[in-house]
């Protein structure tokens, strides 16, 4: 079992940036993919940014260039540093972890923080 717990978000104005946060209650190493997923009114929830074990990223198209997916693994922490934020970005943050094994998967997420962009 992984137990995740976010920090971060909150209001922010069109332009500005945030940070978000999420420990996990394990090794890093031994979670396959940590990501971020959002979800916002009306939508299905969708993948923001995700991090492999072995340190690969990648990210949703509308996100490119403006945020970063990050670890510490010292700390059991990701991050996942949002700039040139646009209203768009508005939704609520998910942290997931997937964790893949011969015997099964198991899925994850944190209690979700809200981002609102706003002026």
């Known amino acids: 079992q992984v137990l995740l717990v976010q920090s971060g978000g909150g209001l922010v104005q069109p332009g500005g940036s945030l940070r978000l946060s999420c420990v996990a209650s394990?090794?890093?190493?031994?979670?396959?993919?940590m990501g971020w997923y959002r979800q916002a009114p009306g939508k299905q929830r969708e993948l923001v940014a995700a991090?492999?074990?072995?340190?690969?990223?990648n990210y949703a198209d509308s996100v490119k260039g403006r945020f970063t997916i990050s670890r510490d693994t010292a700390k059991n922490t990701v991050y996942l540093l949002m700039n040139s934020l646009k209203p768009e970005d508005t939704a609520v943050y998910y942290c997931n972890a997937d964790l893949h094994r011969r015997v099964g998967s198991w899925t994850y997420w944190g209690q979700g923080t809200q981002v609102t962009v706003s002026s």
């Open positions: 394990r090794d890093l190493f031994s979670i396959d993919v």
């Open positions: 991090i492999t074990s072995g340190g690969s990223t």
